[in-house]
């Protein structure tokens, strides 16, 4: 059984600062054991991108909107 539920960053950042210092210490260093960290983003190439959406059959005009999009993405601008 799996069990998810959503919590604001508000909700977390006042737990935590309920902790003293050792639990805080505990927790970052199951963050980095569970290598739950910053991670840089593997962005695939747009002409990869494109072809998987070819291959789906969309329409000549959502695929130049699309790859238009990506193009002037904060992503891809990088």
């Given amino acids: 059984m799996q069990l998810a539920i959503d919590v604001s960053l508000s909700n977390i950042l006042q ?8 639990e805080i210490e505990q927790i970052k260093n199951k ?10 983003f593997q962005k695939d190439n747009i002409e990869d ?14 695929l130049a ?3 238009n999009g990506l193009k002037k993405s904060s ?4």
């Fill in 65 to 67: 909107e699309l790859e």
């Fill in 31 to 40: 963050i980095l054991e569970r290598e739950i960290y910053f991670k840089k």
């Fill in 15 to 22: 737990l935590v600062s309920q902790m003293n210092l050792d």
């Fill in 49 to 62: 991108i494109m072809n998987d959406f070819k291959k789906e059959n969309y329409s000549n005009d959502f």
């Fill in 75 to 78: 992503i891809y601008a990088n």
